[in-house]
């Protein structure tokens, strides 16, 4: 069910080229013959399954967005294979290579996206009010419930993205940040603390286009430690 959009920053025509392209692009540069490089470690995929029978979330929806995230794993490491052998080689103005190099951030913010989403997810949805987090959402936003409501909003804007609520550690205050699709809209430096997927993948099957009792079934299960730790690990 994985989902390629053609909206953001290139134009429809560009993009549904591109699209309809990667897979003949990936076989050119995989029949390219480069010089042979050491052999790079692979990412892994990390193993949500604790997460089957959460409250709010079918073990189906669960199984089949797992199954997505692996496939963002996947793509990340064949990417990170294709484009390392143009390291030594001489045709870094290929149009193959252009193109997957354009195509690695997209594959790797999804990976990446999703084992935070997945990783701040599994607790009880309470955030201890003397937490240091706690008490920076009430300074920047002046309350809790001002802080989620917005976030609620940012969750709930038309489209497929990502609510964010980044640290920014140069000025020290959080931003509620909307992510179109993986790779575009984030804060450059930012720290991401809790991160919630807004894709129709994330809960289509269960609550057809009712975003806002996904959001519901979300907070009931931040496992509030996770940003909590991030936020302790940025400084």
């Known amino acids: 069910m994985l989902r390629y959009s053609i909206g953001g920053s290139m134009n429809v025509f560009n993009k549904l080229f591109l699209f309809l392209a990667l897979p003949f692009l990936i076989f050119a540069a995989e029949e390219t013959k480069m010089p ?7 990412y892994s995929a990390v193993d949500f399954s ?3 029978g959460m409250e709010g979330f079918s073990d189906d929806l669960l199984k089949m967005h797992f199954s997505l995230y692996q496939g963002y794993v ?4 064949l990417l990170t294979r294709l484009l390392g052998s143009y390291v030594s080689g001489e ?3 290929d149009y193959a290579y252009q193109a997957l190099k354009r195509r690695f951030g997209w594959e790797f913010d999804g990976m990446r996206l999703h084992e935070l989403y997945f990783d701040n997810l599994g607790g009880k949805g309470d955030l201890d009010t003397s937490s240091a987090l706690y008490q920076r959402i009430v300074r920047d936003f002046g309350s809790y419930e001002a802080w989620k409501a917005d976030y609620i909003s940012t969750g709930m804007m038309r489209g497929i993205g990502w609510a964010i609520l980044y640290l920014d550690p140069v000025s020290n205050r959080l931003f509620n940040t909307w992510i179109n699709e993986h790779d575009l809209g984030h804060l450059a430096g ?3 603390l809790l991160v919630m997927d807004v894709w129709e993948h994330a809960y289509m099957i269960q609550y057809r286009l009712d975003r806002a009792k996904y959001i519901e079934a979300f907070f009931k299960n931040i496992d509030w430690s996770k940003p909590s ?3 302790k690990s940025s400084r």
Do not use: M, Q
């Open 91 to 93: 045709k870094k103005t």
């Open 74 to 77: 996947k793509n990340t490491n």
């Open 50 to 52: 604790h997460l089957i």
């Open 36 to 42: 042979s490089l050491p052999a790079i470690s692979e």
């Open 229 to 231: 730790t991030r936020l």
């Open 190 to 192: 930012g720290v991401p």
